[in-house]
């Protein structure tokens, strides 16, 4: 019921203006324990700090896609994620509240909103610096900028980038990818959403492009996304092991090597 609101009151305030205009989206973590936080904005890093605070400006209306990395610099760090539909507001403000040992996304307040009835509507802020704006507001065009954070560990004790490790695609995600290329049925066709999707979803385990790899028929497009897939992958140092079992003959494996010992 609250969703239906949301969306009547986002109809009936696009309808009293039509005239486009710059918003924002704030991010706050109201829990005691003030777990800090990356924001993305349509693939673009808002916040170069984790902080419990996040804000992007300069936001014109659309569909804008928001991924939360929480504990970024924990091997276990949470990631959520929303799309969020900016049409005609000022502003909207959410929370990030724990249930459950899981944070959710949860509307706080709508900048403009209250002009409708007449009213003032409530709506969290800080006063402190806007945090620089997204540069692709199109969910299509994706753009990742890497973060600055210290070195880390995967679970399994091997020095990675933290922020790599912490962008990984979640299982969820990864199974919904598999489906999609597996319902393509030219291996160009597969190799092209394959392709997409590693630009636009995270970093991918080894294993998990050797599987991706392993949908492919033929050698030659295997061996085309084995080498795109290299630069979208956060353990690297396994990845000739893993993904050339997926390769059918020695002479693909053997290209796969000297394009990785290139890089």
Known sequence: MKYFLLKVILILHLA???SAQFSSLTFENIEIEGEPFYLYVNGSLINDVPDTYACATGLWDGIYWVRIIINPQTQNPQVV???IPLLGLNGLSFVLRKKKDKYRI???GIGNIGDIFGVETRIRRRPRNDFPAPSCPNPQQEQRTEPSAPQTQAPNDTPMPAD??????LDSEFEEIKKNIQEEISDEQKVRVAKFSMKNTGYFSSQQVAELVALISFDKEKLDLAKFAYDYTYDRYQY??????SLKTNES????FDYLESK
């Open 253 to 256: 494996k053997k290209e796969l």
């Open 164 to 169: 790599r490790y912490a962008m990984r695609v």
């Open 240 to 245: 000739y092991t893993k993904v050339s079992r």
């Open 16 to 18: 009293s203006n039509s």
């Open 106 to 108: 949860t509307l706080q």
């Open 81 to 83: 994620e929303k799309k």
